[in-house]
T-cell receptor, first 115, second 114 residues
Framework: NAGVTQTPKFQVLKTGQSMTLQCAQD?????MSWYRQDPGMGLRLIHY???????DQGEVPNGYNVSRSTTEDFPLRLLSAAPSQTSVYFC??????????????FGNGTRLTVT | DQQVKQNSPSLSVQEGRISILNCDYT??????FLWYKKYPAEGPTFLIS?????DKNEDGRFTVFLNKSAKHLSLHIVPSQPGDSAVYFC?????????????FGQGTELSVKP
């Protein structure tokens, strides 16, 4: 199992550009989520999904879109990049509310710089 | 409004001694707490968890203590090893795991010196 795979690892964008951060998991996890990590702020939830076709907003959803067409993939779209979106982005997945102890599994992150 | 707070940005400990990392929360509805460990250029990895029906959970060198009345939890690492040097995040949720919808603290960077 590869676990949670994020691409790209690094990205530089100019203000106003759009892009999609890719996330895929091969653990058949129902739940997937996107977090951003900023200095002094910890990890903050952007969007999450409890299954294919179902998404919801987290703490900091503005400027980001998500969709979940398959169980495996959960891409994060930046519609019009802003310098405030410079951050490290982590995708995570978990089995879900199955009664089993299933903590979040994280990818290795995408470091995004918006100039 | 930071619902989960780690007030110590950094902690330095000698190898072999105890490391104590602290975490406070404000939302009394939280009933599941976790600690994650993060190395540079990697994603966080799960370390240990505790539900609100317990006050202690132990896994090898790692023990998490929960004081619900004080809304405080702590992670004890005994004995500390240089490989434990990393950033530690505490996290909380209202429902068991809540499908990965966790609220994280700011993190504490632990440095264990040989």
């Amino acid at each position: 199992n590869a676990g949670v795979t994020q691409t790209p690892k690094f990205q530089v964008l100019k203000t106003g550009q759009s892009m999609t951060l890719q996330c895929a998991q091969d653990m058949n996890h129902e739940y997937m989520s996107w977090y951003r990590q900023d200095p002094g702020m910890g990890l903050r939830l952007i969007h999450y999904s409890v299954g294919a076709g179902i998404t919801d907003q987290g703490e900091v959803p503005n400027g980001y879109n998500v969709s979940r067409s398959t169980t495996e993939d959960f891409p994060l779209r930046l519609l019009s990049a802003a310098p405030s979106q410079t951050s490290v982005y982590f995708c995570a997945s978990t089995l879900g509310d199955s009664g089993q102890d299933s903590p979040l599994h994280f990818g290795n992150g995408t470091r995004l710089t918006v100039t | 409004d930071q619902q989960v707070k780690q007030n110590s940005p950094s902690l330095s400990v000698q190898e072999g001694r105890i490391s104590i990392l602290n975490c406070d929360y404000t939302n009394s509805m939280f009933d599941y707490f976790l600690w994650y460990k993060k190395y540079p250029a990697e994603g966080p990895t799960f370390l240990i968890s505790i539900s609100s029906i317990k006050d202690k959970n132990e896994d090898g060198r790692f023990t998490v203590f929960l004081n619900k009345s004080a809304k405080h939890l702590s992670l004890h690492i005994v004995p500390s090893q240089p490989g434990d040097s990393a950033v530690y995040f505490c996290a909380a949720s209202q429902i068991y795991n809540q499908g990965g919808k966790l609220i994280f603290g700011q993190g504490t960077e632990l440095s264990v010196k040989p």
